[in-house]
């Protein structure tokens, strides 16, 4: 599908849309991280082990747009740290460093230590950088975001490219101090091959640095801004209060990066349940906070108190149901165990941010056997992360990751159907379950592992059919996927088809090691797997993945593990589908939308959609997505078959089921 069209439309139930100090569980037993042994999760390297890998700067020269006397910016490459380059305190930002290696060279990152004089004036914040093979033509910035206001290495990774030159541009000061730029050491990287062909293995492109590790991440309704945040702490979740939550935010159309910590609602939002309510606005619950919520509308760009969780929970998942309420169930990572008090459903009313219990939505049935529960004499591990699917009627269908599958009513004090087991498959942890086309009830699952840590992820794809609520739905075992996987990340994109990026072979939080590097992407009809361009860095425990409203795909986090963990990645990458590609790799002319007849429309009803440029052959809806820890109950795809319009444009049907199209986003 070449050509793909961004826009926003609200479904509701009917045509006037309704409006819609907890305790801490500090996660770390002696000698582990979060069920992780502290031996198996690597130091980050000392800053000479890191530059002694960089390309000798033999020779190489730089220029700069300024600078202030005795700190020149050839200071910036003269190997010593107690020298530093800084810009004319006269000159505004932005201001720039170039640095020519002489040679054409394949690169693939760059790191900056930040001037150690005991000044942290010129720390680069909001930032680009580029790459060019004759120092003049620079082309689009391979990287760009907002660096930590730190005195440590920066370190930022971006897909190989041919490069003799790198241009380092600052946009602001990290710390809003002064209107300079300084750099102590700049240190250049090679890489080994240069990417694929686009037009068959899409591209990773820009590269996003965060002052955050994107572990929880969403789509700004109004804005079209992707939401990101972490813990109390930017690259930890262990060791404090946690009465508060640090988030970034990305705008793809001016590609700046604005942080901000969150601290009105008292809750520190790590491991939360997620989803987006009919109104667009993001609901997390519970977490390091076990039994806080808290709501972000993207129209006033605020965060509020939704009100408490009947039960305390952390690891859970949570699903908008087909009324416009939110269910949530399981999740004994905080709050303590379910054995004796096990984590029943709760349903959350957006209208009057009240949480009532379902205690006929028994959280047992649908139980992982992970050894971990056993060792510790209770829950911990096994109802985390359930795959739930709002569906029709107010009911959710759970399909994973126990091997065990579940219907569960709302209405009510609730209910619980046995719906059979998920054909072969084993306990898949961590692994991930999509719903590529909801017209037809059809769910992907792929992956994931039998236990949650100490694992070997299968490469297991199933295909799970959905009809009536209480009805066994039809599984389907198709064939496995390239690469075994346990904390990947998948995509719906809007041709149908599903985007599989990251993950392990072998699940160990906080490691890069045994990492899928190269992406996988399901084709529907063909039900296959097919190998698409490798990425530049692992994407494995705590990373994220989402849908931007442009059609490309968002990859970013990991680790997310403390000081000193050589696993954290406040960055992420932007990978653009071969759909945005010509034959030859130049980017393909795209339709534009021209008009939508109706922002806002009820299930069952239509809409005039009308588009001028390349021809345009199909359409369809894809929820917006929010997303944390493997599990994306939002996203949706549904299908639409257009018919000629009277004026020329083309009219699709929205199906008339409130549980094929959730209301909102």
Not at 222 to 231: N, P, V, Y
Not at 266 to 288: K, Q, T, Y
Request: net charge negative.
């Amino acid at each position: 599908m070449r050509g793909l069209l961004p826009f926003l439309i609200q479904f509701s139930l009917s045509v006037a849309l309704p409006q819609v100090g907890p305790d801490k569980n500090p996660q770390a037993k002696s000698g582990t991280l979060d069920g992780v042994l502290l031996s198996q999760i690597p130091a980050k390297p000392a800053v000479a082990v890191i530059v002694a890998a960089a390309i000798p700067r033999d020779g190489w020269t730089v220029t700069c747009d300024s600078s202030q006397a005795g700190n020149d910016c050839s200071n910036a490459i003269d190997g010593s740290t107690d020298t530093f380059w800084v810009t004319d305190s006269t000159a505004s930002l932005p201001q720039s460093i170039v640095i020519d290696m002489q040679t054409t060279r394949i690169v693939g990152n760059i790191t900056i230590q930040p001037r150690q004089d005991g000044s942290s004036d010129g720390n680069i914040g909001q930032h680009q950088i580029f790459l060019s093979e004759d120092g003049t033509n620079w082309g689009n910035p391979v990287a760009v975001g907002r660096y930590f206001d730190t005195t440590k290495l920066q370190t930022t990774i971006f897909t190989p490219g041919n490069a003799r030159y790198v241009k380092i541009t600052s946009l602001s000061e990290a710390g809003n101090r002064a209107s300079v730029m300084s750099i102590a050491e700049v240190n250049v990287y090679d890489a080994t091959d240069l990417p694929p062909s686009p037009a068959t293995a899409g591209s990773w492109g820009l590269t996003v640095d965060f002052p955050a590790v994107a572990v929880s991440a969403a789509i700004e309704w109004a804005t079209g801004r992707l939401l990101i945040w972490s813990s109390f702490s930017w690259n930890g979740f262990v060791g404090a209060s946690g009465h508060q939550t640090v988030t970034a935010i990305y705008d793809p159309v001016s590609q700046l990066v604005s942080d901000r910590t969150i601290t009105n609602t008292d809750h520190d939002m790590f491991c939360e349940g997620l989803s987006m309510d009919a109104d667009g606005r993001i609901v997390a619950v519970g977490g390091n906070s076990d039994r806080g919520t808290s709501i972000y509308d993207s129209t006033s760009d605020s965060w509020s108190d939704g009100g408490d969780l009947i039960k305390p929970r952390g690891y859970q998942s949570q699903a908008t149901l087909s009324d416009g309420r939110l269910f949530t169930i399981g999740a004994s990572w905080s709050g303590g165990s379910s054995t004796d008090n096990p984590k029943d459903g709760e349903i959350y009313d957006t209208a009057t941010n009240t949480w009532s219990a379902l205690p006929g939505c028994p959280v047992a049935p649908m139980l992982t056997s992970d050894p971990e529960d056993k060792s510790l004499g209770h829950i911990y591990r096994g109802d985390n992360h359930g795959w739930l699917f709002g569906w029709k009627n107010g009911s959710v269908f759970q399909g994973g990751p126990a091997v065990a599958m579940n219907w569960y009513g709302t209405s009510g004090t609730g209910t619980q159907t046995a719906a059979g087991n998920r054909a072969s498959d084993t306990d898949s942890m961590c692994g991930n379950a999509i719903m590529y086309d909801a017209v037809a009830g059809k769910i992907l699952t792929i992956g994931g592992a039998p236990n949650y840590v100490n694992s070997y992820s299968t490469s297991n794809a199933h295909i799970i059919t959905l009809s009536d609520p209480d009805t066994p739905p039809e599984v389907a075992t198709i064939g496995s996927m390239s690469f075994p996987r346990a904390f990947h990340n998948s995509i719906i994109l809007p041709n149908g088809k599903v985007f599989i990026t990251g993950g392990q072979y072998y699940a160990v939080g906080f490691t890069d090691q045994t990492p899928q590097l190269i992406p996988e992407m399901f084709d529907p009809d063909t039900q296959t797997f097919t190998q698409m361009a490798p990425i530049s860095i692992p994407r494995n425990y705590h990373s994220t993945g989402v849908l931007l409203p442009d059609a490309t795909v968002f990859n970013g986090g990991g680790g997310l593990c403390g000081d000193g963990c050589a696993t954290n990645h406040p960055d992420a990458q932007i990978y653009s589908p071969a759909y945005l590609f010509n034959g030859d790799g130049s980017l393909a002319a795209r339709p534009v939308i021209d008009s939508v007849s109706a922002g806002t429309v009820a299930v069952g009803g239509s809409i005039t959609i009308t588009t001028s440029g390349p021809a345009t052959t199909g359409f369809a809806l894809i929820r917006l997505s929010s997303t944390t820890h493997t599990v994306n109950t939002d996203q949706r795809r549904i299908a639409l078959t257009p018919t000629a319009g009277a004026d020329g444009g083309s009219v699709v049907t929205v199906p008339a089921d409130p549980g094929v199209v959730l209301p909102g986003y």
